[in-house]
């Protein structure tokens, strides 16, 4: 982060470019998304959800596993941390990238929330005084997304359309950051990944934002609307390809809601 005649801006960097991010931008975006996740409300900002076994916390519900446990997921919590130590934030002394989840099960983290121990407190009060910072995390996260969708292409005629269809949702005409199409990228790359892992995939097809740009209409007059769709798309085939013991039909109502929200 940085000051500009006295206007805050995040600078993150694109393909090594320096794209800066003003303070309304960023609150804006963060304002958003704490919506989508956690419906605005500080009881969600550390939180476990129902039927997963991890706990996700910030205004991202980043996630955080407990010690040894493993996941097809990616775990995102030790990277906002990371990003943090690197602005020079002051964190609890007990919280690094390495550290793991302080309580074990979903019974002893809610034991910890309801008695808000002295652990819980600390943490609840970095995340809620950190809102900026993780939204910044979130940008630049999306940023790093593009180079990391281009190296996992091996056809350069593919990759020149995803990099173009990227920045179509970045960009206004005129060329200036389009603050709801930066919205939706980063909040469906908060929400859904990068769609680069190999774990991530179900029957092996994916449901991030590299397959979701895959199957993006560019030359649809809405882009607002065009991604939501390419996004529902993406997120209906995850729930048809997944595991009939996960359940992830109960989410479709609520993504599809959250998916809305790009366009309407």
């Known amino acids: 982060m940085k000051t500009i005649a006295g206007i805050l801006f995040v600078s993150v960097w694109l393909m090594g470019a320096s794209l800066n991010i003003s303070q309304q931008q960023a609150a804006y975006i963060a304002k958003k998304i704490w919506q989508n996740e956690g419906a605005g409300k500080d009881k969600y900002l550390v939180w476990w959800n129902k039927g997963e076994d991890f706990a996700s916390v910030g205004i991202g519900h980043f996630i955080w596993f407990p010690k040894g446990h493993t996941e097809r997921f990616r775990e995102v919590f030790p990277m906002v941390v990371a990003y943090m130590q690197q ?3 002051t964190m609890p002394i007990w919280l690094t ?3 793991d989840l302080p309580w074990q099960t979903k019974e002893a983290f809610f034991k910890a929330k309801n008695t ?3 652990r819980y407190r600390e943490l609840f009060s970095f995340l809620k005084r950190t809102m900026p910072q993780q939204a910044a995390f979130m940008a630049q996260r999306t940023a790093n997304a593009l180079p990391q969708m281009l190296e996992n292409i091996d056809d350069p005629k593919k990759a020149d359309v995803i ?4 920045e179509h949702m970045l960009y206004k005409k005129d060329g200036s950051i389009d603050e709801r199409g930066l919205y939706i990228l980063i909040d469906y790359t908060n929400f859904k990944g990068e769609g680069t892992l190999e774990s991530e995939r179900y029957k092996g097809q994916g449901w991030g934002l590299l ?5 993006f209409n560019e030359k649809s007059p809405n882009k607002y609307r065009a991604f939501s769709n390419a996004a529902k798309s993406m997120l209906d085939r995850r729930i048809r390809n997944s595991p009939p013991a996960r359940g992830e039909e109960r989410w479709r109502k609520g993504w599809h809601v959250r998916l809305d929200t790009y366009w309407k």
């Open 116 to 118: 808000k121990t002295k």
């Open 87 to 89: 602005q020079g934030v």
């Open 97 to 99: 990238p390495e550290t």
């Open 211 to 215: 397959q979701v740009l895959e199957h």
């Open 163 to 166: 990099k173009r269809r990227f």
